[in-house]
């Protein structure tokens, strides 16, 4: 069965294949639905990195009587995850080291998660591509906020 058209035109725009996915989520928002492993098994990717765990060796999750052709890879480390200060580069630099550690010591593979806006924000906007991404981002971001109910945060807004 040939991959669908959205995945065909991905690697006609790249020109390369197109050979996993990374589920990010997008800003504060879940990054998975019903339809998400159907997706990802009709496009025939070889991988995806949709769980954040501290698994470090690629596996094939059960289906029905089987397993899924896609290899799940987790992701084991963001780069939000270390807090801004002064010293930010060592801690992320120690925090990065002490994963691929984890995942060496068990012969597993180590997938960090990076976000070019995070730490470079006047390069990441200075692209005319990525403001309009944010332009077109936050007017639903915020109305999402909005309608969020005393005790929610955006995860649980169900």
Not at 9 to 35: K, R
Not at 83 to 101: C, W
Not at 114 to 125: I, K, N, Q, R, S
């Amino acid at each position: 069965m040939p991959p669908p058209a959205w995945k065909r035109l991905l690697e006609f725009i790249t020109d390369a294949e197109a050979a996993g996915v990374c589920m990010h989520g997008g800003e504060l928002s879940y990054n998975m639905s019903e339809s998400t492993r159907p997706a990802i098994e009709a496009a025939g990717f070889k991988y995806e990195t949709i769980y954040r765990n501290s698994y470090f060796h690629p596996l094939h999750l059960p289906s029905g009587m089987g397993t899924l052709r896609a290899l799940t890879i987790g992701q084991h480390f963001a780069d939000l995850n270390v807090k801004p200060g002064h010293d930010f580069t060592g801690e992320l630099l120690a925090s990065l080291v002490d994963r691929f550690s984890k995942a060496s010591a068990v012969g597993g593979v180590f997938v960090p998660v990076l976000h070019p806006l995070y730490f470079d924000p006047a390069h990441y906007l200075a692209n005319i591509e990525n403001l309009y991404r944010l332009g077109a981002y936050m007017p639903r971001y915020i109305a999402g906020i909005a309608r969020l109910q005393r005790g929610q945060s955006y995860l649980n807004r169900g």
